[in-house]
C-alpha cells in the first residue's frame, strides 16, 4: 500500500499541494473531460488519472492512444462498442511501445 492509499486519522490521506505546467489547451481538455465523466473537481480527475497510472504502469502510452482513438471514433459514430473481452485481448496484444 502506498502513502496515496493510506489513512492519516483524520478522514483521509494526508494531501500535498504540487504546482504542475500545461498548455492553455491542453487544461481546457482536461476541464472538459473532468466535467463530461461526472468528477467533482479537476484535483479530483486528475488524483484519479494520476492513481491510476501508479497503480496500473504496465499499460503502455499506445494503450492510452489506442483508447483515446476508440473514444473519439465511438464519439463520431464511426465506431461501434467491444466487449470487456475484446478489450482484455486487445490490451494484451499491445507491445510496450513508448
Known amino acids: ?44 480527475f486528475l488524483r484519479h488519472i494520476a492513481r491510476d497510472a501508479v497503480k496500473h504502469p504496465a499499460f503502455s502510452r499506445s494503450g492510452w492512444k489506442q483508447i483515446a482513438a476508440s473514444e473519439h471514433d465511438l464519439r463520431s459514430g464511426s465506431a461501434e462498442l467491444v466487449s470487456r473481452e475484446e478489450v482484455r485481448a486487445m490490451m494484451d496484444q499491445d507491445g510496450n511501445d513508448e
Open 1 to 44: 500500500m502506498s502513502d496515496a492509499d493510506s489513512d492519516t486519522g483524520n478522514g483521509g490521506p494526508e494531501m500535498v499541494q504540487i504546482n504542475l505546467r500545461l498548455s492553455k489547451s491542453f487544461l481546457e481538455d482536461i476541464d472538459a473531460t473532468w466535467q463530461e465523466e461526472g468528477f467533482n473537481s479537476r484535483s479530483e
